[in-house]
């Protein structure tokens, strides 16, 4: 909603007070009657954030994670909530929200320097943007914004049983937030680079995996999870270019399984699943394509 704000005069003053106090350190946290720093002091002293929750999902990698929240719609996961900052009674209400915001930190970045351009791949990989106006996870402050659907808080656990989340297994999360359709949705917003969805491909699954799934303990689920991530093709997009589809066999793993697959010109087909036990903590990781020769 637009306002009038931008037809009343502002006096060259009180922009150049606005632009003072934009450059002083914000007051600590808890203390909002904080004196400004001095000029000698960095106007933009770090910040310190506990996690108050970590995220539990079937992505073990970042290869293979979806780019946006809510693509992944069937998918479910679980928000653990750390009990030395979130009590019960934070929760209270929250079952009363559809959907919440997960804020998260990007904890698998290795970079020591972030880029300033990035190469989103809805735009092929070879075009490049500010990383500031992409979703990319490489950003001066690594912080990721998730709109997932609540299917259930469990207060006694301090557990939110989610859907839809586009975050690695083990994710720290900074914040959770209601999602408020009326303030949320912007009708008429707009993105020229992504200004709709990407096309889903088919995912088929060859007669070997069937068998695989069919009587393995958790294949349901694992078709679901599967389904899920190829449908939006997780290859880079210079390998996403090629009319005749992609000889290579590529990995991704799901929970405690790897799911092998190849780009045919009109599907995607998983054609092995292999039972693989989940990274160890502070493992390597990386989101560059996996082919089964890196595995």
């Known amino acids: 909603m637009r306002d009038n704000a931008s037809e009343i ?8 007070r606005a632009r003072a106090e934009l450059l002083s350190a914000p007051p600590p946290l808890g203390n909002p009657r904080a004196a400004p720093c001095d000029a000698n002091m960095n106007p933009f002293p770090p910040l310190v954030a506990t996690p108050i929750a970590v995220i539990r999902s079937p992505y073990r990698e970042r290869f293979g994670v979806p780019r946006q929240a809510g693509l992944a719609r069937a998918t479910a996961a679980t928000v653990v909530c750390n009990p030395q900052l979130v009590s019960p009674e934070a929760l209270r209400g929250l079952d009363m929200c559809s959907h919440v915001w997960l804020l998260a930190v990007f904890h698998h970045n290795g970079e020591a320097k972030t880029p300033s351009t990035v190469r989103p791949p809805r735009l092929g990989g070879n075009t490049r943007l ?25 207060r006694t656990r301090l557990e939110l049983h989610v859907h839809g989340a586009d975050l690695v297994d083990g994710t720290p999360i900074v914040d959770i937030k209601p999602y408020l359709p009326y303030a949320d949705i912007i009708a008429d917003a707009h993105c020229t680079w992504a200004a709709a969805a990407p096309d889903p491909v088919p995912v088929q699954f060859s007669a070997e995996v069937e068998q695989v799934l069919s009587t393995t303990v958790g294949g ?3 078709r679901v999870w599967a389904q899920d991530s190829l449908r939006w093709d997780p290859r880079p997009g210079h390998r996403r270019t090629d009319p005749d589809g992609d000889a290579r066999i590529y990995g991704v793993r799901l929970g405690d399984f790897d799911v092998r697959f190849r780009r045919r010109v009109d599907a995607i087909e998983v054609v092995e699943v292999v039972g693989r036990p989940a990274p160890e903590p502070g493992s390597e990781d990386s989101d560059s394509p996996r082919t089964i020769e890196d595995s």
Request: aromatic share 2%; with cysteine; net charge positive.
């Open 220 to 222: 349901r689920e694992l």
């Open 9 to 16: 005069p502002v006096h060259p003053r009180c922009l150049a």
């Open 130 to 154: 500010g990383c500031l106006a992409t979703r990319s996870p490489y950003r001066p402050n690594p912080i990721g914004l998730s709109a997932v659907a609540l299917d259930r808080v469990d």
